[in-house]
């Protein structure tokens, strides 16, 4: 079964007369906080079989796939190369050169599979991407593809982009994922971030893009978040500043708070010259 065929299918779901994806980013630097509809994203990752096959993925996420996600109200899409950083990477450290990520925000779970079908019938996507589409067995765009479906935090139901961010100035990313022995564990972590530890990373100027609860994908229970800065030294700063805070002094040591995390893995990012985020 094809994956658009198989998402249809499996989401059951019925598709709503002019749903579309997540259509309003955060315009007001971060003032979008707790409340309204949570929203729901696929992180998306292109594993390359090596540099040559990038520009060709490039090419398309920026004039096919992209805009065609505009059109249906999907914004911001972020996308995601691995940032180059001096030395061996530190314990829990992810480091794929050869792999792109793509963020795609959806207003609602109903509005994931339609999306995905609508792509089929727009002829502007597909003679976009056509040399990507229709790239042949022995010229692959890539390797594989791996993609999660997540939801947003109660405590964070939208993506928000610091200034910094919509303006396009020079930042970087740290992708962060929590993977739990448990399934009750890893609810009481999604609750300790939405009771103060997003309110904290907002404070000490981590700048906090989006917090999701994975749904579908591999090595569940786990969630999924991304931060933001202006440069490593200030992310570092940022970092020190929320070790040190004596709130999260107080969550890290409150008993019904312990044993959440079992793992984690994160990365360093640099935006793709196109990315929305």
Known sequence: MKRREFLKASIAVPALAG????????????AARSG????????????????????????????????????RG??????????????????GEVNDPR?????????????????LAGLDADTE?????????QSPLTRPAFLRIDSWLLQAFAGMPKVELPPYCRARKPRLFELRTYESH???????????????????????????????????????????????????????Q?????????????MKNDPQYADTVSKISHRFLVPAPYSQI
């Open 19 to 30: 749903l579309s994806c997540a259509s309003t980013q955060n315009q007001g630097g971060t």
């Open 238 to 250: 940022h970092w020190r500043a929320f070790r040190a805070h004596p709130a999260w002094e107080r």
């Open 125 to 133: 996507y597909l003679a976009a991407g056509a040399e990507y589409l």
């Open 99 to 115: 792999s792109v990520l793509v963020l795609i925000p959806y207003s609602a779970l109903s509005a994931f599979p339609s999306v």
């Open 36 to 71: 309204g509809a949570r929203e729901y994203y696929e992180l998306r990752e292109y594993h390359l079989k090596s540099e040559a096959e990038r520009g060709l993925v490039d090419g398309y996420l920026s004039k096919a796939l992209i805009p065609s996600l505009n059109r």
């Open 182 to 236: 448990s399934e009750v564990k890893a609810r009481k972590k999604v609750e300790m971030f939405n009771r103060g530890e997003i309110q904290l990373m907002r404070e000490v100027g981590l700048g906090p893009i989006f917090y999701g609860q994975g749904l579908i994908g591999g090595n569940l229970p786990s969630l999924t978040y991304l931060l933001s800065a202006e440069s490593t030294d200030a992310h570092e």
């Open 74 to 91: 999907c914004e911001p899409v972020g996308v995601f190369a691995q940032q180059e950083r001096p030395g061996a990477p530190a314990p």
